[in-house]
């Protein structure tokens, strides 16, 4: 399967824990974004990275948040000191800087618990 | 800034009956549009895109949309609807350099035999 692949898939943790999302982009694609839906919302953007350079990061995105791209490919979304309202589907999706303009590929999201 | 408002959360419609979900947006840039679609348990995937050019725009599975500027709209049909298309649909928005895509709540879209 050569889509977007995100890791793990569920995570229910406590209050106070840190967690780490994985994200496996389509392997020649150069931009990686991630977005955080809750039930009944659509994605809101929180970043994005072009190559291995994080280029914008929404407001929703507090320091208790870090993405990371070390090598332009795979990406890490931690959250250090969970809360409650961090509970939510966080998506991945890539694309191609130059390909069909704006058409992002997702994947099939991790889905973070905080109990 | 940009940012997408779809009217209704919910549509229901009857197997064979047109589709109709509603997609406003506002923008201070030339806007690129785009209809997702998310089925249960799965990620989201285009429909269908507006760029430049022609307005109106087929997608996938029947789908298509018309870019009205004056109405600032980007409304999504379907002329029979199936019982394969209930989901959730996004419309979102970005501008020409597609930095960051804006979404929509999203409609989701019941189909009923």
Known sequence: ?115 | AQSVTQLGSHVSVSEGALVLLRCNYSSSVPPYLFWYVQYPNQGLQLLLKYTTGATLVKGINGFEAEFKKSETSFHLTKPSAHMSDAAEYFCAVSDESADKVIFGPGTSLSVIP
């Open chain 1, 1 to 115: 399967d050569t889509g977007v692949s995100q890791n793990p898939r569920h995570k229910i943790t406590k209050r106070g824990q840190n967690v780490t999302f994985r994200c496996d982009p389509i392997s020649e694609h150069n931009r990686l974004y991630w977005y955080r839906q809750t039930l009944g919302q659509g994605p809101e953007f929180l970043t994005y990275f072009q190559n291995e350079a994080q280029l914008e990061k929404s407001r929703l995105l507090s320091d208790r948040f870090s993405a990371e791209r070390p090598k332009g490919s795979f990406s890490t979304l931690e959250i250090q000191r969970t809360e409650q309202g961090d509970s939510a589907m966080y998506l991945c999706a890539s694309s191609f800087l130059g390909g069909d303009t704006g058409e992002l590929f997702f994947g099939e999201g991790s889905r973070l618990t905080v109990l």
